[in-house]
């Protein structure tokens, strides 16, 4: 347990301020801005704004844009963040394995869509996407495969956005994973091959394992990043075919931005933010037992 | 159980540099037996070369009657223990003990049954939930060990066990893993960079330096007969004073006083008094005296350098004072000034006993 | 107006607009004003030209991509620093009026199209003056249409479906008669409003898609999904729409004067004949279609009305109006205009010509660009054989209700939302 002492509230003040000013007060300004029915003609007159209380989260339960949206966001984060983890991973453990010389190329390579522009990444594969022109599809004709329509059909598009997403993302992951693979000591490899332990044993219990801590911590800021879905979807498909790639934020962009209901909107944003934190909390007590030191 | 056979087995590095050159030595089945040697001199990658986790450049490496160049770790039926425990940090004492026969596959009855009963054996039964990191020092070695003994391995290997403990924790562990090698049985290869612990625990010792065997003899004879002038200052302690036959009083006395010998005296061969007609003289004043309680350290100023005696406390001049000392003509050791190898000194009764087995 | 080719470019134009402007120079600016795309071009081309004649005045342009002008203005307004004079789209203008942000204008010239300047009144008073001018209609393939057996594209929906049936008989496979993409709102927007029945009620106060008009419209059109007459795509699987017309993969294509120039662009000059425009078909005899376009508008915040009347008045000058359809290839707003060389020369433009004067405006209020929003998923969903006419509709005219229910609240408290007079701060600045 750290003991208060006053030096220590100074170093963190700054911190606390700005997360005060960006982050919390922020926050209170649409709690309080989801309790009331803002919208445009509110700008145009103030007389015109009313305390609603929680109708605009009622309307959320019974709307079901809103649980679309909810569906699709979940499936992005639900199969995107073990996509991500598992490619991290993979990708850490392969480029490890191959020749030294080659390593800085590969790990480049695979960590440039991290730096990249979501735009750009988005725009890029909306070319290789493409049902007719598409590289992807090309491919998948070479391979005597049928071409598939990627953005144009409800399921494939959701899907065709968490690959791009998942492509975009893994390669911060595998950079963090290499680092932490870096930190287990030898020596544990070397006592599981004396015992008898192969390859599969020493990834699946010793590699794994010993890397929980750091996958548990990408896992919350891949499930952070991804409840926030946004730019490729609003890119990609614009949040169609049919509403199916329309994330959580993407809708509450829309009603906030394009249509100005800001009630509506803020209800949208508090539900995410409720949501994340929710997660970050279960994600807390879950925690390996071993790492608590 | 089985005899660890090593036949000039070389390492050398990708790099080129060679760490072991013509290393043979054999450990006899159910031997404890110490390697020693300083940091870097090539005792630790000849454990790993033995476990089969880093593979020989040259030579041969036999376990009990089997050559294992080629044989992977699990293999070879060989268990070790590391320096830093290795223990694994995500696993409970129970599954650290149980990991070995797991990947082996072993029945869960017969795991749990066995973890029990070597737990019991080391006094960790009221670990067994613990995480590592909840351990103290003394309790992570006692499952490192466990773990290692769980397999039942002909063979097995540590290295350097006991030097992440304090020293009252180090005594009483060496003193455990000796009771643990008497019941057990089985062969052990124990590295050590402390000269002590070899002595101490070792049936026999071999001393490394540089990537090559200096000497391979029982405790009592390498620390009484060392092969050379390194085993003769390594060994020992406080170690052994290298002198001149100028040292001595009378020069001309000292045995087959040619100029190509380095004369060695243990600093606890030096007497007050003399105790036969042949014994050799050498006196200096006294620079410094350190009690060790029973016994003192005295540093004594020669023209020819500095001399350390362990003497009795009682009855010592005091420091800045001459002082003259006795030492016995068999327990001057010589060496060739050349090359450091020993020379015997013919026609001298020696106070040890007589070598097994000599150096190659 | 916006092309959904021009949306798509248009994302990454916002990022370019973002790194333009941290090389904008604050200079002080005789006149800010703000444009959308080409239009910003092209009007940074014209404004030399006004520089000469009024010294010392400098026009500052700022070029906003059309997926994100609306959402900058209106912040711009909120955070008190709009430009003097914008480019707003028509369906944009009625939240501007809404916030009070606009100087009401007086007449500038006599010859617009009306349905372009009704779509810029509010309670009888104008907001806006348009500037160009568009709708939709048939372009199409008449060497196709000929081999068909057809002269000329039918007036009635169904000749027009008739014809269809007959030029898919003929096409290849993966060719279809129709390219009417399923992210886009404006074709059904056509075929509704060529019905009898408005798409809201009361006032605009309900919803009203439930109605016969509006099924009698959403039935046509689903049939053409169903019958595989259009293929069920977003024009974001569009590679090049020119080039696939020219191939044939479409016979009929409901869009914007825009594809004239993009037509022109796109394929050699041979390939002219290759293409035609003709008006819409209705649901029973020449059609009604849609009137879009941009108007400019004057910022209320603005302290140079002056100057920024003279600066639209002058890029409404003949001279301008010409230039404008030169650079962009947007139709005059004003009809004498199209008397004059190059438009009355251009075969193409003539359908255009024909088209705006049967033209129905839409409801110019804050909600209609959310309800078109709306109405497209909903048809969507219908194309997609998701749901049924009838349901859908009723239930979007659920969702449209609770859109209105607080217009419908502010009717009630007798203040037209639309002209609810203007707050004391914004009548401050009018006065100065």
Known sequence: ???????????????????????????????????????????????????????????????????????????????????????????????????????????????????????????????????????????????????????????????????????KGFGYGMIIVSAARKEIPDELYDAARIEGAGVPHRLLRITVPMLAPTLGLLALLDVSGYWQLFAEPYVLTQGGPLGSTTSLLLLMYERGFRWWRWGAASAIAMALTAVMWLFAWVQRHTRAGWRGD | MAALEIEHVEKTLRSGQSVLRDVSFTARDGELLAVVGPSGCGKSTLLRLVAGLDSITAGVIRIGGRTVNEVPPQQRDVAMVFQNHALYPHMTVYENLAFGLRVRGTPRTQIDRRVRQTAAQLGLEAMLKRYPRELSGGQRQRTALGR???????????????????????????????????????????????????????????????????????????????????????????????????????????PAGASGLEYGVRPESFSTQAGGPDDLQLAGRIERIESQGSECHIELTQRFGRVLARLRCEKLPRVG???????????????????????????????????????? | MSSAFGRAGAVAALGATILACAGCTHAPCGLSVWAIGSEADALERMVPGFEASHPGVSVCVQELAWSSAQVRLLSAVAAGDPPDVAQVGDTDLAMLVTLHALRPQRHIADDFFPGALQVTRFNGVSYGVPWYVDTRLLFYRPDILRRAGFDRPARTWSGWLKQMRAVKRILGPGQYALLA???????????????????????????????????????????????????????????????????????????????????????????????????????????????????????????????????????????????????????PARRGVWRLPPLANDVKLRA?????????????????????????????????????????????????????????????????????????????????
Not at chain 1, 145 to 157: F, I, K, N, T
Not at chain 2, 334 to 351: H, I, K, Y
Not at chain 3, 301 to 309: F, N
């Open chain 2, 148 to 254: 290692a003994m769980l397999r039942n391995p002909a063979l097995f290997l540590l290295d350097e066990p006991l030097s992440s403990l304090d020293v009252p924790l180090r005594a009483e562990l060496r003193r455990e893993l000796a009771a643990l090698h008497r019941s057990l049985g089985t062969t052990m290869v124990y590295v050590t960079h402390d000269q002590s612990e070899a002595l101490s625990l070792g049936q026999r010792m071999v001393v490394l330096a540089g990537g090559r065997v200096q000497q391979i003899d029982t405790p009592i004879n390498v620390y009484h007969r060392p092969a050379n002038r390194f085993v003769a200052g390594f060994v020992g302690w406080p170690p052994m004073n290298f002198l001149t036959a100028e040292s001595f009083d009378d020069g001309a006395r000292v």
């Open chain 2, 321 to 360: 004072e001459q002082i003259r000392l006795w030492v016995r003509r068999s327990d001057l050791h010589a060496f060739d000034r050349t090359n450091g190898q020993r020379v015997e000194l013919m026609g001298l009764e020696r106070s040890g006993p007589r070598p097994e087995e000599r150096t190659q």
């Open chain 1, 1 to 167: 347990m750290m003991r208060k002492r006053p030096s220590g509230a100074l170093f963190v003040l700054p911190a606390l301020v700005l997360l005060a000013v960006f982050v919390f007060i922020p926050l209170i300004g649409v709690f309080g801005l989801s309790l009331t029915d803002f919208d445009v003609y509110s700008v145009a007159n103030p007389a015109n704004l009313h305390v609603i209380g929680a109708a605009n989260y009622w309307h959320l339960l019974r709307d079901r844009q809103a649980w679309q949206a909810l569906e699709t966001t979940l499936v992005v984060v639900v199969v995107g963040v073990p996509a991500t983890l598992l490619l991290s991973l993979i990708s850490a453990l392969m480029i490890e394995s191959i020749a030294e010389r080659w390593r800085g190329l590969f790990r480049t390579a695979l960590f440039v869509p991290v730096v990249c522009s979501t735009v750009a990444i988005a725009i890029s594969w909306r070319y290789l996407l493409n049902t007719r022109f598409g590289l992807v599809n090309h491919l998948l004709g070479l391979l005597g495969l049928r071409a598939v329509d990627w953005l144009g059909s409800p399921h494939l598009a959701i899907l065709a956005i968490t690959i791009v997403v998942v492509w």
């Open chain 3, 352 to 432: 255009f010509r024909s088209q705006l004067e049967r033209v129905r405006p839409f409801e110019a209020i804050p909600e209609w660009d959310e309800i078109m929003d709306g109405m497209r998923r909903m048809a969507a969903r219908v194309a997609a054989g998701d749901a049924s006419v009838r349901g859908a509709t009723a239930g979007f005219d659920r969702t449209v209700d609770d859109w209105l229910a607080k217009r419908r609240e502010l009717l009630a408290r007798s203040a037209t939302p639309t002209a609810t007079p203007p707050r004391g701060g914004s009548r401050a600045a009018e006065e100065r």
């Open chain 3, 181 to 331: 993409p399923t992210n886009e709102y404006e074709f059904l927007e056509v075929l509704a409003l060529q019905e009898p029945a408005p798409m809201l009620r009361d006032g605009d106060r309900y919803g009203n898609f439930a109605s016969a008009s509006f099924r009698r419209a959403l039935s046509f059109y689903k049939s053409l999904y169903e019958q595989h007459l259009a293929p069920r795509i977003d024009d974001r699987q569009l590679v090049n729409l020119w080039w696939e017309m020219a191939r044939g993969d479409f016979v009929f294509y409901v869009s914007g004067p825009w594809n004239i120039g993009e037509f022109r662009r796109f394929l050699p000059p041979r390939d002219e004949d290759l293409w035609m425009t003709a008006p819409m078909p209705g649901p029973n005899g020449p059609g009604v279609s849609i009137i879009g376009g941009s108007d400019f508008v004057v910022l209320r915040a603005s302290r140079r009305a002056l100057l920024a009347r003279e600066f639209i008045r002058y890029m409404l000058a003949d001279r301008q109006q010409v230039r404008l359809y030169e650079l962009t290839g947007d139709l």
